[in-house]
């Protein structure tokens, strides 16, 4: 089994923060994307990748503009595809 992306690990981490800032549970913001809370899971610890539309879904759910989800990166850190 591949470790996550640090940057899907990220994203996921700051998935959770912006969820738990607006007081929802797992279940709830799963319930309002139409998605399992597993699949929640799964997103916030880096397991599987959230795809663009559905972040930017997400993001406008929030209420955060989805470049925070990627704010404490370092830009001049090279990035390849693999995990």
């Not at 607006?22 to 916030?44: N, T």
């Amino acid at each position: 089994m591949s470790h996550p992306h640090f940057i899907d690990v990220q994203v996921g981490k700051r998935l959770r923060e912006f969820r738990e800032a607006k007081r929802l549970s797992q279940i709830d913001f799963a319930s309002a994307q139409a998605i399992a809370f597993q699949q929640v899971q799964k997103y916030e610890n880096g397991h599987n990748r959230i795809s663009a539309s559905r972040l930017h879904v997400a993001a406008c759910f929030l209420k955060v503009p989805v470049a925070d989800f990627f704010e404490s990166l370092d830009d001049s850190a090279p990035v390849g595809l693999s995990g």
